[in-house]
C-alpha cells in the first residue's frame, strides 16, 4: 500500500527506489503464504497472512482472524495478523491458532524462521519477536485489530499524527 500518494494504490514495494524483493531463505522460495492488508487501520496493521488458498492481487478476501504474532522489526512492533479465508476449504476446521498447530503441523514455526530471517539476506540483522515468540489467540488478535481501527479513525479526523501519510 503506497501510503504517501494520494488514495493510498496497492503498489510493489520499493526500496530507496527499486523495486523490492523478497530473498529466498531456504527452504521456502518468497512468501509462505499470501500477505495482504486490513483497510482503515493504521500505523503497522497494513499486514495479514492468509493461507493456504492463492489469492490475486488485490482481491477483497473476507477472513476468520486466528491469532496474531508480534514482530519486532528495527525496534518497533509490527503485528502479524494470522488469519483464513472464510471460503477457504480448511476454515470449517481451523477456528483459532491452536487449530493451526493441530491441522498444520510446523506451519506456525516455520512462519517465526521465516520472519526471524526473511532480511538477512539484505545485510541487516534477524527480527525479534514481542512475547518470545508466542502467537497469541484470536482475542488477543480482534483487540489489536481494534485499536489500530480506532487510531485510524484518529488519523482520518486529524486527532493523530500520520507522518507522511496522504
Do not use: C
Request: hydrophobic fraction near 40%.
Amino acid at each position: 500500500i503506497a501510503t504517501e500518494e494520494p488514495l493510498n494504490p496497492i503498489k510493489q514495494d520499493t526500496k530507496k527506489g527499486k523495486l523490492r524483493y523478497v530473498a529466498n531463505i531456504f527452504p521456502h522460495k518468497g512468501y509462505i503464504w499470501n500477505y495482504g492488508a486490513l483497510p482503515q487501520h493504521f500505523p503497522n496493521l497494513f499486514e495479514i497472512i492468509f493461507f493456504l488458498q492463492v489469492r490475486s492481487s488485490g482481491e477483497i478476501v473476507k477472513v476468520k482472524v486466528l491469532g496474531v504474532l508480534g514482530m519486532v522489526d528495527e525496534g518497533e512492533t509490527d503485528w502479524k495478523i494470522i488469519a483464513i479465508g472464510v471460503d477457504d476449504p480448511e476454515a470449517q476446521n481451523i477456528h483459532d491458532i491452536d487449530d493451526v498447530r493441530k491441522h498444520k503441523p510446523g506451519y506456525l514455526e516455520a512462519t517465526i524462521e521465516w520472519f526471524r530471517l526473511y532480511k538477512v539476506p539484505d545485510g541487516k540483522p534477524e527480527n525479534g519477536f514481542a512475547f518470545n515468540g508466542e502467537f497469541k489467540g484470536k482475542d488477543f488478535a480482534v483487540e489489536i485489530i481494534k485499536s489500530t481501527h480506532e487510531y485510524w479513525k484518529a488519523l482520518l479526523h486529524k486527532k493523530a499524527d500520520g507522518g507522511t501519510i496522504k
